[in-house]
């Protein structure tokens, strides 16, 4: 079956505008997580969603980002005023159910550039 | 809070070399431990995980035992390929901060001919 994808796969912008990374995750998975990973580093965790509901967004790093899920699929992470520092690259992960145990599946990512 | 930590890169071996990448991590709870790799131009791949305390993790000849009076998941295996060059990642996850994963920096292996 297809894996999580993610759309774009590269976005420039410029300083200021607005961005919508989106993500398909794997059907039937519950749970779905953004990530960002900067040059060199690991991920790190933004949001986490179970269904709908944001269960826990306290990785987002300030107001300008925001992330949906209104059908408990399909979600958008959504930045606003971008800056040069939130060039990265964005990662969406999906798993069956949510907890410790579970495996998490990566998209490709976005690779965000904000010029 | 969580945090993992990994042995720093890069890391270069020749073929059918043995391969430990070390990693130790701090948790608050009893958190299950991971191995993800990321092959050039590829997106992160779960390698293998452990659960709980002195399980083993394993697949395409890697292994990783959960030890936790160490605090440690280090990652094995006894001969590498050219095909293993890749970055490798080692994650939890833990009850007390929800299902997120927390990752090491990541180590880049070059496996030489």
């Known amino acids: 079956g297809a894996g999580v994808s993610q759309t774009p796969s590269n976005k420039v912008t410029e300083k200021g505008k607005y961005v919508e990374l989106r993500c398909d995750p794997i059907?039937?998975?519950?749970?779905l997580y953004w990530y960002r990973q900067s040059l060199g580093q690991g991920p790190e965790f933004l949001i986490y969603?179970?269904?709908?509901?944001?269960?826990?967004d306290s990785g987002l790093p300030n107001d300008r980002f925001f992330a949906v899920r209104p059908e408990g699929s399909v979600s958008t992470l959504k930045i606003q005023r971008t800056e040069r520092g939130d060039s990265a690259v964005y990662l969406c992960?999906?798993?069956?159910?949510?907890?410790?145990?579970?495996?998490?599946?990566f998209g490709p990512g976005t690779r965000l550039l904000v010029l | 809070g969580d945090s993992v930590t990994q042995m720093e890169g890069p890391v270069t071996l020749s073929e059918e070399a043995f391969l430990t990448i070390n990693c130790t991590y701090t948790a608050t709870g009893y958190p299950s431990l991971f191995w993800y790799v990321q092959y050039p131009g590829e997106g992160l791949q779960l390698l293998l995980k452990?659960?709980?305390?002195?399980d083993k993790g394993s697949n395409k000849g890697f292994e990783a035992t959960y030890r936790k009076e160490t605090t440690s998941f280090h990652l094995e295996k006894g001969s590498v390929q050219v095909s293993d060059s890749a970055v490798y990642f080692c994650a939890l996850s833990d009850e007390t901060s929800g299902s997120r994963l927390t990752f090491g920096e990541g180590t880049q292996l070059t496996v030489n001919p």
């Open positions: 992960a999906s798993s069956f159910l949510s907890g410790k145990q579970e495996t998490q599946y």
């Open positions: 452990a659960t709980k305390a002195d």
């Open positions: 059907s039937g998975h519950t749970a």
């Open positions: 969603f179970q269904g709908t509901g944001a269960a826990d």
